[in-house]
């Protein structure tokens, strides 16, 4: 029958308080929605729960239930970050063709849609978590409220200003967007469409926006 050592209890209980002593002034809170989008990546969304979480970072369930009562609050915080992320990711990625001139806002107008595409792609996981019915919708706020709303909003109304977009068109820009990019996405990262789709529905969007072409 093995012993215990009294050795092995204090450099246990050494190692337990490093832990909690890592998580220290909030630190706990963001370390969770790590793990829990680590295992995302790893699992998928479905079978996610805190417990898996706190035994990931090594902390007991009490701890994390401080910052998140139940599955559906942790997922809601999630979520929160991830949209954040995607914002960041878009505007990172609009950097890349500055300027006002109408070339650029058009440019700006498809890269949207494409750093939207190229986050799916990379991230099916997170992607399904987001839009797959996991993320409670806060019914007290707006979607226009949404950074990446803001975004194309703000690059929309550019298409205008530029003159490559019809101003009847334009109430209609943000929902046929998103939803029409959204699907593609969906279809694709579902395999139910080739990626080379996506740029053709590009195309497509352009031309029901109005959007007007240079000539060659």
């Known amino acids: ?23 220290h002034h909030g630190n706990l809170k963001s370390a969770l929605i790590s ?11 479905y079978n996610l729960s805190l417990r898996e979480v706190s035994s990931e970072l090594g902390v007991s369930p009490s701890a994390a239930y401080h910052y998140f009562p139940d599955k559906e609050s942790l997922v809601h915080g999630i979520g929160e970050y991830l949209f954040t992320e995607l914002a960041v990711l878009t505007e990172k990625s609009l950097e890349k063709f500055p ?3 109408a070339r650029a806002t058009k440019l700006r107008f498809r890269e949207i849609g494409r750093a939207y595409f190229n986050w799916a792609r990379k991230e099916p996981n997170l992607f ?27 690059t ?12 009847n068109l334009r109430p209609f820009g943000e929902i046929m967007a998103w939803s029409s990019v959204h699907g593609a996405v969906n279809l694709i990262i579902e395999g139910h469409l080739p990626e080379s789709s996506f740029e053709e529905l590009l195309d497509g969007l352009e031309l029901a926006l109005g959007v007007k072409h240079e000539r060659s």
């Open 35 to 45: 793990s829990a989008i680590k295992l995302i990546r790893k699992n998928g969304p």
């Open 99 to 101: 300027g006002k001139s």
């Open 156 to 167: 929309l109304d550019e298409l205008v200003a530029c003159g490559v977009m019809p101003s």
């Open 1 to 23: 029958m093995n012993t215990v050592k009294f050795s092995d209890i204090i450099m246990f209980m050494s190692v337990a308080k490093v832990v909690r002593n890592s998580y």
């Open 128 to 154: 399904r978590l987001m839009f797959g019915g996991f993320c409670s919708i806060d019914r007290e706020k707006s979607h226009i409220d949404d950074a990446s709303f803001k975004i194309l909003e703000k």
